[in-house]
């Protein structure tokens, strides 16, 4: 299996996997938030680097910028912008993510939301092109 070919499945797993848990158990995901952020610049630095780990294994092997999985490459260079957020300006990063709380977990099931639509989208490319 190609590397690219590779990460689609990876991004498929993992985008749907954590999407289905942003629908299902949103306040976990608003207490674990609220865990990082109750640990400072520490959780800011987990958050980050589990940023930069995710959108550098996308960017790496998936650099190609056409299609429909131009997605891809794209999510990646933002994660990396937000995992550079979190790990240059850790205060910063801390009050954006205040934003993800127990009172607005309409928000996470949104990003859950926008996570399956990602995996559907992998999804029907990687069917296409068995076919």
Do not use: K
Not at 58 to 75: M, Q, T
């Amino acid at each position: 299996m190609p590397s690219q070919h590779a990460i689609e499945v990876f991004a498929l797993l993992n985008f749907t996997i954590v999407g289905l848990s942003l629908l299902v158990q949103p306040r976990a995901w608003a207490r674990f938030l609220s865990w990082m952020r109750r640990e400072g610049d520490a959780g800011a630095v987990i958050y980050g680097l589990l940023c930069v780990l995710w959108g550098s294994l996308i960017v790496s092997f998936h650099p190609e910028w056409h299609g429909l999985l131009v997605i891809l490459p794209a999510f990646g260079l933002l994660q990396l912008f937000e995992g550079f957020v979190f790990l240059v300006a850790p205060a910063f990063g801390l009050r954006v993510m205040s934003v993800f709380d127990e009172e607005h977990l309409s928000l996470l099931r949104l990003l859950g939301v926008i996570a399956l639509a990602l995996a559907a989208c992998i999804f029907v490319v990687l069917l296409s092109a068995r076919m």
